[in-house]
């Protein structure tokens, strides 16, 4: 039991090790803005995180701008052109349409177009060839039927 | 013709040339915007002397090098001897930014691995920092006479970085 107490007791202190010296706002209309603007920037340190899940100095400190900024009644717009001015288009996890980005947003529609189109494609090819076959001729069809009665199982072929 | 079946083919090595581009990329160097652009105004009190402050408007009409550098910055230390050594060679000014710092730790850091600098500021906060878009120290701007950033050294300036890029740069803007 003592044990058990002193692992979560050393728990607790390693994730209070881990948080950094962030205040929140009070207000949480506040909060609730931060959290989704948050969620839209790159955390430039961990750049798989984006600065509302990544505890990195610099996400920190750029929550605490955002902050800032929403108490100066910035609109979002203005606050996601703040960070782009500093960090490049990269900062931010939709990133806007233009001559570099222009392959990653229209690429992948391209493909799936340009796909079905190949598939379209030889389906009709494959159609149209079937229906050229040449058809047997009466003989032919006659002697296949005949065939076909003598043996219906096609035991005699096995 | 069999040359349709040599399209998959095609298409993979299209796509292996992509990957193989992409491999050879630093993903933890992201272009920076300031590049061509006027470096943003500050002001900070100098680390050594706190009642003096610095603006980068006071470096007007020189060529000069803005290093980010702390304490705690483990980088740091492996340029540290390169700045050292472009100080004694007298190569260029350079200005530290000393990013989120503590003043005592960073005045011993500087007592012990020597300071190559003209003087540093002192950015507690980081938020100058943010302002020239810095995610991670040390970083170096190169600033051109006129104050706009030529380029921007992203990590640790390497010997060959300095070499190959910086020094060419240097004298192609104090030309």
């Known amino acids: 039991m003592k044990r058990l107490a002193l692992a979560l007791a050393l728990a607790a202190s390693l994730a209070a090790w881990g948080q950094s010296t962030e205040i929140a706002n009070p207000d949480p209309k506040v909060e609730a803005r931060l959290k989704t603007i948050a969620h839209e920037l790159r955390c430039l ?3 798989n995180q984006t600065i509302a899940d990544s505890d990195a100095p610099l996400a920190v400190d750029l929550r605490k701008q955002v902050r800032v900024m929403i108490g100066d009644g910035k609109s979002d717009e203005e606050i996601r052109g703040y960070m782009v001015d500093r960090y490049g288009d990269f900062v931010l ?4 349409f233009n001559a570099v980005t222009a392959v990653l947003w229209v690429g992948p529609g391209l493909l799936i177009v340009g796909g079905f189109a190949a598939l379209a494609l030889m389906i009709r090819r494959r159609r149209e060839a079937a229906v ?3 058809p047997p001729d009466a ?4 002697e296949i039927e005949a065939l076909l009665a003598a043996d219906p199982d096609g035991k005699s072929r096995r | 013709m069999k040359l349709k ?9 299209i796509l292996c040339v992509f990957l193989a581009v992409g491999l050879t990329r630093d993903p933890r160097q992201v272009p920076s915007p300031f590049i061509g652009k006027p470096a943003p105004a500050f002001t900070l009190a100098k ?7 610095f603006g980068p408007e006071q470096m007007r009409g020189k060529v000069w090098l803005l290093n980010v550098w702390a304490s705690w910055c483990v980088s740091c230390r492996i340029e540290h001897p390169v700045l050292n050594d472009m100080n004694r060679k007298g190569i260029v000014p350079i200005v530290g930014l000393n990013y989120k710092d503590a003043r005592a730790d960073a005045t011993k850091w500087l007592q012990q691995h020597g300071d190559p600098y003209q003087f540093s500021v002192w950015d507690i906060d980081g938020k100058v920092g943010i302002d020239y878009g810095v995610y991670g120290a040390p970083e170096t701007f190169v600033i051109d006479k006129q104050g706009i950033i030529r380029y921007k050294q992203i990590g640790p300036i390497t010997p060959e970085a300095l070499e190959k890029t910086i020094l060419p740069l240097l004298a192609k803007l104090n030309a």
């Open chain 1, 139 to 142: 003989a032919r069809q006659r």
């Open chain 1, 93 to 96: 996890y939709k990133p806007p």
């Open chain 2, 5 to 13: 079946y040599l399209v998959p083919l095609a298409i993979f090595a």
């Open chain 1, 132 to 134: 050229a076959a040449p």
């Open chain 2, 47 to 53: 680390l050594h002397e706190p009642q003096a402050s």
């Open chain 1, 45 to 47: 340190v961990c750049q």
